[in-house]
């Protein structure tokens, strides 16, 4: 019962209850500590320090804020996500500690009253900031839109709680003890963070890693101080962010001086405080639900800006003429309760038509720079004119009064600039679709909307109906009604999928005629809308089934396919699957020609794949045998979407199928964990065909699972040299996209100093083949064979050296699996260079980062001069034997690089080096056929040059 009034309530669905209630418990949680911890800052402070202090503290705090996120910031680059987040709350909960012992002590040094208030500043931005960050890791942008109005809730529900169990407990365990019941919160918080990283939140760090790294760099290149001077948008914007700040400051002061005068019991301030930090939640709640929204849409975000000024302002005049008790919770009031709603909501829509690129760096800078800036501003500020003045609370009034008009005014410029920006950003389609959660029924740029809407350019009009896609507006609904008919395929599909959410609104004469439509997915759509307003869905849809038209029928079939996996009841019912196999069997038998059978064929495959009924999987394994591309294509796609054994493998022969292969490595992917074996046991069996074994160390390189590292990690040493690279190439893209998995530094060590030692051999080869390499003097006086034996020389020349650079690649992206592959990559890239001074740089790069170990055998390659004396000192210290006696011939032959041997052969015929005959019979075993017909060749070169002989 409880589930269905949530999803009726919140639109939480099935599958999000228990992330959702994680995250709505966290954040309630870390916000109630917050609430109750900031009480017992304030009283602490106030009652040993004195008013006279804060002002000081205000400066000390807009500091150290800047300089802890500057650190923190660089910090948190190079540690993942789930401990960053458990060390602060583990760190948090030992600093809540050690204030108590103290406070237990009854240590008063200033120093600590000062660390305190400081300190719990930045843990209140820190913590929040981490949990909203873990938020979008833990959801899409679609779930974030739907869901993150309920989880903030859990702020709000957890800032009432906080403040007024801070009320009624300070005056009866002491304020001092309540930062036990913090530290119990913040330990529940670790427990649910470790919860929320492992069931929801890893797999999506994982996947965005690059993005994120990418994203990163993007912003280093950019001065966001430069980008916010040359937008007047962005500049307007800042400064209304920071005297808001500024003004705020000055705001909490003359609370607090007056709250200080009139309560002098410690722990009855810290009650004070308490409650009225759980009232402005409540009062900030009520405003948020009652009047932001109406205000918005009736006035528009320009009106919005003006309320918290206007609060503020009428809350400073009460104290010019009445500095009592009242007027300072008055003031107080109006700053907190339009702040975290009204406030709040114009400032996130200012930001709305920003590019994000430069949405991100800008607003960073005014959430660390100009934030902590005004802050700092603020506490000088309130040193001249309390301190050094010796005003008065009324004095504190009139310089806020004359900075509130400067507010005014900024909010007053930046309304005009926002509508324009908001247009242009509509004309460029630059508005972030994926990330934006805001609501869009602004009534200053409703008007821009519904011009986009009514605007001939369709991907203007698309770009517009993803923005309000999930904004449930009935003023949008008469552009529905037109849009219905736009000549667009597109367009139309959009609107029916948007309206869907509507359930007061109904197109069924237009999607009565639409099922008629040229376009299949119109028709689907159309078919979807009129089942959804029906009282028989069953019945509708048997009627489009029963139409006489067949591109009618194969509408209704998918659209029976996608309710039939949206509804169990509809799909459990025997006689609509019935119907749907007849359908489908009518569909494979249909049409006269070529084409009109692989439409049906393709729409068929679709319906199988969107259905996932595993009585229909007969009919699917007969397309994944279709000897037109484009169907089996298709069906291999929704085979991948089933994740159905029996389909296993017939997707793994399509590895081979040069039109299907890169469609069927997606669609094995699609099985994840439970695949991995069966993907191992084909890579690894040296009787399949070579390129279904490299296509299936393609598919492990997208299935991000430690498994996945560890046999791929077990299978290299069993591979021949073009597998071994495909093995260490997909190893190289799950370090990439999967950079948490751990790739053991002892496994891929050995594997390092194992092709090193290829290396090192196939030089030796290489820098000794002209002592073995000689042309008989039989072929020599014959010109006809000298230049058939030249020219097999330079081709086993030609062998070793593409062999040597290969393997020296294969080295270093073995060398990125225990190193960050970028650093690597660059690395090669400097080594293999022409350039001097690019070479000598990687090798300096090598010299300081690499592992003694490796060090000592990876750089003497790479910067080896003479090859004879290199070759020398590593065969003893990577214990390689190879002695003077062992000729090249000897060495590739029993090796395991089959065109090496290919050369070889045809060198050893072409050379005539019949001593080598017993090497070459050994090759007329092997396994790979070009070796072996070589080999073959090269015993009846040299009989028959032997018989001539004689």
């Known amino acids: 019962m409880m589930k269905k009034l949530l999803r009726n309530l919140f639109d939480i669905r099935e599958d999000e209850g228990l992330r959702v209630a994680l995250m709505f418990s966290y954040i309630f949680f870390i916000i109630a500590s917050l609430l109750i911890i900031k009480p017992v800052r304030q009283s602490l402070f106030l009652i040993e320090m004195g008013i006279s202090q804060l002002p000081i503290v205000y400066t000390m705090m807009a500091v150290f804020s800047g300089l802890v996120t500057v650190v923190y910031l660089r910090f948190a680059r190079n540690v993942r996500l789930d401990l960053l987040i458990i060390y602060t709350l583990l760190i948090s909960i030992l600093s809540l500690a050690f204030f108590w012992i103290l406070l237990y002590l009854d240590y008063h040094a200033g120093w600590f009253f000062y660390a305190f208030y400081i300190w719990v500043a930045i843990f209140g931005v820190i913590t929040t900031s981490q949990f909203w960050l873990l938020a979008n890791y833990v959801f899409d942008a679609r779930e974030a839109k739907r869901l993150f109005g309920f989880i903030g809730a859990g702020a709000i529900s957890g800032g009432i709680f906080g403040g007024y169990l801070t009320t009624y407990l300070a005056t009866v365990i002491g304020t001092e003890n309540l930062i036990f019941i913090c530290m119990a919160f913040l330990l529940g918080c670790v427990v649910i963070a470790g919860k929320v990283w492992e069931k929801s939140a890893k797999i999506n760090y994982q996947d965005r890693m690059l993005q994120q790294k990418r994203l990163r760099q993007s912003e280093a290149e950019a001065n966001p101080l430069t980008l916010i001077l040359n937008s007047r948008h962005l500049s307007y914007l800042a400064g209304i962010v920071g005297i808001s700040v500024l003004v705020a400051t000055l705001v909490d002061f003359q609370y607090s001086a007056i709250a200080s005068r009139l309560i002098e019991d410690e722990d009855k301030l810290t009650e004070f405080f308490g409650f009225w930090l759980s009232t402005l939640s409540i009062i900030s709640l009520v405003i948020q639900l009652s009047i932001t929204s109406r205000v918005l849409k009736s006035f528009g975000v320009g009106a919005s800006l003006f ?104 909010n007053s410029l930046i309304r005009n600039e926002y509508v324009n920006s908001f247009r242009l950003a509509l004309e460029k389609r630059s508005i972030d679709l994926d990330k934006q959660t805001l609501n869009l029924d602004d009534a200053s740029v409703f008007e821009s909307l519904i011009r986009a809407l009514e605007s001939d350019n369709e991907k203007q009009i698309l770009y517009v109906l993803d923005l309000i896609e999930n904004v ?440 005539q080096k019949p001593e080598c005959t017993s090497r070459i019979e050994l090759q007329l075993q092997s396994q790979d056929p070009v070796v072996k017909q070589t080999a073959e060749y090269a015993i009846r070169r040299l009989n028959r040059n032997g018989s001539s002989r004689n």
């Open 307 to 410: 309320f918290l000024p206007i609060g503020i302002l009428i809350g400073a005049i009460a104290i010019i003429f009445n500095p009592a008790l009242w007027s300072g919770i008055s003031l107080k009031v109006s700053e907190g309760g339009f702040k975290q709603s009204i406030q709040k909501a114009g400032v996130e829509l200012l930001t709305l038509p920003i590019p994000p690129d430069i949405k991100n760096r800008a607003k960073a800078f005014i959430d660390v720079f100009v934030v902590n800036f005004a802050r700092g501003v603020g506490g000088i500020l309130l040193i001249i004119v309390v301190v050094v003045m010796g005003l008065s609370v009324g004095y504190v009034s009139l310089v806020m009064i004359g900075l509130i008009a400067f507010w005014i005014y900024l």
């Open 472 to 911: 449930k507006n009935d003023r949008f609904v008469p552009q529905f009604e037109k849009l219905i008919h736009h000549p667009s395929a597109e367009v139309k599909v959009k609107v029916f999928r948007i309206v869907s959410a509507y359930k007061d609104v109904d197109f069924i004469f237009e999607a009565s005629e639409l099922v008629e439509d040229s376009d299949q997915e119109v028709r689907v759509e159309a078919m979807r809308h009129l089942s959804q307003h029906s009282l028989d869905k069953k019945a509708t849809m048997t009627k489009f089934l029963d139409h006489p038209d067949f591109g009618v029928r194969s509408a209704a079939l998918m659209c029976v396919a996608i309710e039939s996996k949206e509804d169990e009841n509809f799909r459990e019912d025997e006689e609509m699957v019935k119907i749907v196999k007849d359908m489908i069997e009518e569909a494979l038998a249909f049409g006269d020609g070529e084409s009109e059978r692989s439409s049906a064929s393709i729409n068929v495959a679709r319906v199988i794949g969107t259905a996932n009924n595993p009585a229909l999987y007969p009919h699917l394994e007969t397309l994944l045998r279709d000897m037109v591309p484009e169907v089996r294509r298709v069906a291999v796609i929704s085979a991948g979407k089933t994740r159905s054994e029996q389909f296993v493998p017939i997707l793994i022969e399509n590895l081979n199928t040069k039109l299907i292969r890169r469609h069927a490595r997606e669609a094995l992917a699609n099985y994840g964990e439970e695949i991995i074996d069966t993907l191992v046991e084909r890579l690894n069996d040296k009787d399949e065909d070579r390129n279904i074994r490299i296509g299936t160390a393609k598919v492990l390189a997208l299935i991000g699972s430690q498994k996945t590292v560890d046999l791929l990690l077990e299978s290299l040493p069993h591979s021949d040299l073009i597998l071994r690279y495909e093995i260490i190439k997909a190893l190289n893209k799950l370090k990439v996209k999967f950079p948490l998995l751990d790739f053991d530094e002892g496994v891929t060590e050995e594997r390092i100093l194992e092709e090193t030692r290829n290396y090192i051999q196939m030089l030796y080869i290489l820098d000794n083949q002209d002592e073995y390499v000689q042309i008989s003097g039989d072929v020599d006086s014959d010109h006809d064979a000298a230049a058939r034996a030249g020219k097999a020389k330079k081709l086993l020349t030609r062998a070793l050296e593409e062999r040597l650079d290969t393997n020296l690649e294969r080295i270093f992206r073995l060398l990125g699996l225990r190193y960050p592959p970028k650093d690597m990559f660059n690395a090669y890239q400097g080594i293999t260079s022409n350039l001097t001074v690019l070479r000598a740089n990687a090798i300096e790069f090598l010299d300081n980062v690499l592992d003694s170990n490796l060090k000592n055998v990876i750089i003497p390659i790479v910067e080896a001069k003479s090859n004879t004396s290199m070759i020398q000192d590593m065969k003893k210290q990577l214990e390689l034997e190879i002695s003077a006696q062992d000729g090249c011939f000897d060495l590739i032959l029993t090796g395991d690089d089959n065109w090496l041997k290919v050369c070889a052969l045809y060198s050893i015929a072409e050379l």
